[in-house]
């Protein structure tokens, strides 16, 4: 009895879901495309919640210690 407890709430999870689809994709569309056509990475975090990444980040250098004095 507990199985089919588990498997009614895994239903209206997915069923909640599919419902909310279309409402994320409309809201997170254009800034979406924008990140697609900059080059960024965009990572699904929840219900109209997004981590967009700029991939040229990864190539930045820490600046290297200054070794001698300039006077």
Excluded at 1 to 16: D, E, N, P, V
Excluded at 32 to 49: H, I, L, N, P, Y
């Amino acid at each position: 009895m507990y199985s089919q407890g588990t498997k009614g709430l895994s239903r209206i999870k997915s069923w909640i879901q599919e419902l909310m689809a279309p409402a994320d994709y409309r809201i997170c569309v254009e800034p979406d495309e924008f990140a697609f056509r900059m080059g960024w990475t965009v990572t699904k975090t929840g219900f109209g919640s997004r981590r967009y990444r700029d991939p040229r980040f990864d190539q930045l250098h820490l600046p290297r210690k200054v070794t001698e004095e300039v006077s």
